[in-house]
């Protein structure tokens, strides 16, 4: 693919309506200025030619791109579907281009992706972690576009935040198992990332507070269903009288879930189960599995909201937003 | 965030460093070139000064910006993610950096992205469709830029295309159940697009060869466990001899085969369940669940070499390249 086909140009668009540069130029900045019959043949033109608009130029000028760009941790978390799914449901009516990267977790990643975004002069970033590097945090002051973190509230915002108090979820999730009786209650954890971490604190209070023995069953692997599974097993050889299990997030509950069924284990008669996001799986298993609800595409809805007001000058008194959570409580309780 | 920070420049590392602004931009370039103890001092003047790359000139000058463009038909797919992993394993040390859009399986939706993405001045790109709209084809032949689509077999691809036989596939997973003396298979389709009418096809030639009557449940909405359940439950209405059931996905395979056990039916004594794509959660049932193993990271792995290599000029005799599946047997058949 070395043979350089030259893509067609403004002048092309124009010689071939019979039109100014200039009246072609007005019509993709300002299509309403320009008169309907004109309009619709300059469409037409771009349309046949296959004319490609060229950022290149206004980034250069004005190192602005109509662009944002979304970090997200992973391409395949359910959770983060729908953070997209309310991020564009404003920018794309906004005209807005969004951008993804994904950084596996790992703040050095997340660093090399924000370069990278912001070396296409993005007008906005959208984080969806509270931790960073140091680089990071120097090329964001030096970048001055506006920042938005979403999911936790962080104490200290780069710029802006909007997302729900995980250790406070966790402990009422807990503190409603031990409301029903539940006195031996294990704490599956995954990924040991920062938000597992939060739901751990909140599991680790409610237990305090009832004057219970935590059992913390860890591993820095990835989250998923046979996961789930695995560290169930382990629990159960960890505390063999275990009555409750509290996972940081519903594909390790649903594996457990599954497991506990495949063991003979009643849910909830013998042992409860309850997740975190109240994913569809959860609403699929026979018992219905409690967990919290993550108001996930408010979340995005209302950072995008916030990014946009950012980029338009507009001040946010509360810089960090608590969208709160509601509890599932399902069957498996 | 009007207040305009200006970026560190090239200069401004030259200064702090006391070297030429050619020497900075030479280390930018091939590093090995500058002698160690300088280019040891510029990273760290880089990294004081939260220095970013501008890429704006040099995709002015020559069209180019070591990015390449991936497009996704969703952001929480699992089967996409071990795509994405199998691509990245490629592109990063290759040194190319992946922008990523989706387009909801909507060939519009993948029009306006992939604008986009050419208007960054993408050197190359994925796609996950082979269907496409009139305007896509005809900017993707201005733009002139290696296009690979991964996950099928098209007849004529617009560049090259890495993937598998669905249809196939399919058809040899419904001729096992056949095999194992199902008469009465529905097949569950969601979402209706482009590969679920392929796998339609598979299961409708088995059906054929066997002389057997379909049963076909289709829904346009997308996949999901709890719809999985739904089909099931339609399928039983339709058709109460019901004994098999090869679903589109393993979504909503895992949905129907928990639904099946909700009613009350022996999976595989009473009714035998298929999938496709093997995912993990078909693993963590019990019975595990029958499925097709796609090589999805292989596909992502190999569409990235070709990429990179057509945008060095190597051509591919093989344009269309199948990589085939096999078939995990589970215990759900």
Redesign the interface.
């Known amino acids: 693919?070395?043979?350089?086909?030259r893509?067609?140009t403004l002048q092309d668009v124009a010689d071939k309506v019979g039109a100014s540069k200039m009246t072609v130029s007005r019509y993709l900045r300002e299509p309403q200025q320009v008169a309907e019959a004109t309009a619709k043949k300059i469409a037409v033109a771009m349309?046949?030619?296959?004319?490609?608009?060229?950022?290149?130029?206004d980034?250069?000028a004005n190192?602005k791109?109509r662009?944002i760009g979304v970090l997200?941790p992973?391409?395949?978390?359910?959770v983060?579907?729908s953070v997209?799914r309310g991020i564009e449901s404003v920018s794309g009516p906004a005209g807005l281009?969004?951008?993804?990267?994904?950084y596996g977790y790992s703040m050095e990643r997340e660093e090399q992706q924000i370069?990278?975004l912001?070396?296409?002069?993005v007008d906005g970033l959208i984080l969806s972690e509270t931790q960073h590097t140091d680089?990071t945090l120097?090329?964001l002051?030096?970048?001055?576009?506006?920042v938005l973190e979403v999911m936790e509230l962080p104490e200290h915002p780069i710029?802006l935040a909007v997302g729900l108090n995980h250790a406070v979820a966790a402990k009422e999730m807990v503190g409603l198992m031990i409301g029903k009786g539940r006195r031996r209650i294990a704490y599956l954890a995954a990924r040991l990332d920062h938000r597992t971490r939060q739901r751990e604190a909140g599991y680790l209070a409610a237990l305090a507070g009832a004057g219970l023995t935590p059992v913390l069953i860890h591993t820095d692997q990835p989250s998923?269903?046979?996961l789930?599974?695995q560290l169930l097993r382990d629990a159960l050889q960890a505390a063999p009288d275990l009555d409750g299990i509290f996972c940081t997030n519903d594909d390790i509950a649903?594996?457990a879930l599954?497991?506990c069924?495949?063991l003979g284990l009643c849910v909830p008669e013998q042992i409860s189960v309850a997740g975190f996001n109240a994913l569809?799986?959860g609403?699929?298993?026979?018992p219905q599995l409690a967990s919290v609800i993550t108001p996930r595409e408010a979340i995005g809805r209302v950072a995008a909201e916030r990014l946009i007001g950012?980029?338009e000058?507009k001040i946010y008194p509360d810089k960090v937003l608590d969208m709160s959570y509601e509890i599932f409580l399902g069957q498996s309780l």
């Open positions: 693919m070395n043979h350089k086909v893509r067609p349309e046949e030619l296959g004319y490609i608009h060229n950022r290149v130029p980034m250069l190192a791109s662009a997200l992973s391409m395949s978390n359910q983060f579907s997209v281009h969004a951008l993804y990267g994904h370069e990278q912001l070396s296409f002069h680089r120097r090329m002051e030096t970048a001055a576009i506006p710029d998923s269903f046979t789930g599974g649903a594996g599954l497991a069924q495949a569809d799986i609403h699929a298993l026979a950012r980029m000058g």
